[in-house]
């Protein structure tokens, strides 16, 4: 007369004793969800001035005076280094170039083992200024030493 229904109840009993043990687990570590947070050495975390920039390098520096006359003549002359940070690149490959090399050059001063020294930083600009390749190119190479740094 019990039929198939009469053990649910301590079927429900052990499920939820079963399901007891991830709760507890999930409330002590993160579980599935995927969480990301902006790295610390990329134009986007700089721009967003959540840490204070390199005194050698103040947010009102200007991109002509940084990295030179030839800066100038592809960027306009007011442009600052936080703007170089913030603008968008999306198929430029000289604005990916310059918004990549201002956070390597921020990263320089201030994260010791980055990479690239300031004085590279800045030739290495000079010298991706000649063609969009050589542009797109370094910015890659900007790209990954500033996602890769800590």
Request: glycine fraction near 6%; charged fraction near 20%; proline fraction near 6%.
């Amino acid at each position: 007369m019990g039929g198939p229904y009469r053990s649910t109840p301590l079927i429900l009993l052990l499920l939820l004793l079963f399901l007891s043990v991830f709760v507890n687990v999930s409330a002590t570590r993160p579980g599935f969800l995927y969480t990301r947070t902006t790295p610390r050495c990329t134009p986007k975390y700089w721009s967003s001035r959540k840490e204070a920039w390199p005194k050698m390098v103040p947010q009102t520096s200007t991109v002509s005076k940084v990295f030179g006359s030839r800066a100038r003549e592809r960027f306009r002359s007011d442009l600052t280094l936080l703007e170089a940070t913030a603008r968008s690149d999306r198929g430029d490959a000289f604005r990916g170039l310059l918004k990549q090399a201002s956070a390597s050059l921020l990263n320089s001063y201030a994260r010791k083992g980055f990479p690239y020294a300031p004085w590279a930083v800045k030739t290495l600009v000079i010298k991706a200024l000649v063609s969009e390749e050589a542009a797109a190119l370094q910015a890659q190479h900007f790209y990954i030493a500033n996602e890769g740094c800590n």
